[in-house]
């Protein structure tokens, strides 16, 4: 892993040769990928599972230090109960069947947004994984699991509140750090590359802060069709990008 990820490091260098360390993606595409072959959606979700996996080790061979995913959104509530209760089942079988590999790569997990209000059992085994994967020290995956970045500036809002409130918390002294500090992301490098798959262009609610000076990468390729050479080719692109961060 770490002699590929020394030879392909030139792929992920953008602004100037600066690597890419955090790349986000909105899974995006499933049902329309299972539409176009007249499959139920639980296909095109068992498929996108499939390059959940792939991704995961690409970016880890690729030498990414973050890697983040939305695999569920707050609204994504609104949905049929059964279309919920498989990705339920789906993100269930996902981390029974993937804990093992996701360790020996070397895998650190971490979980963003509203998660603990799933089933108490699937919020167990998620607890359970993250607890297995501690100590790793490796691509760090963040899975964005019932996250709306509407929400998660609402809660950082409500804390800092808190502080203020008991007294803690002088409201003159709340700048951008103390907000990012309220963040479910607080710790992760900032946000490179921000990639929506299928063709769609729009955000969805997904890190709206954090997005503020990624670079943004909309592609056709539906989800469960994205691999290692669509994520070499993000990288790529991302390294002809000039960032200029508002200066010149
Ligand atoms: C993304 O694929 C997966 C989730 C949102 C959970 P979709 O299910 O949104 O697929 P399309 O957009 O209907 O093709
Ligand atoms: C965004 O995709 C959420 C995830 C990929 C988990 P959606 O398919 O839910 O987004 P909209 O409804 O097209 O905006
Ligand atoms: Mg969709």
Redesign the pocket.
Known sequence: MTGSAASQAPASSGGGGTPARHVAI???GNGRWAKKRFLPRLAGHRQGMEAVRRTITAAGELGLEALTL????S??WRRPAGEVADLMGLLRHYLRREIDALDRNNVRLRLIGEWRRFEPDLVEQLDAACRRLERNDGLTVAL?LNYGGQDELVRAARALAEEAKAGGLDPAAIDAQAIEDRLDTKGLPPLDLLIRTSG?T?L?N?LLWQAAYAELLFTDTLWPDFDRAALERALECFGRRERRFGGL
């Open positions: 909105i899974m995006d939305y695999a569920f959104s609204e994504n964005a769609e729009r969805s997904f």
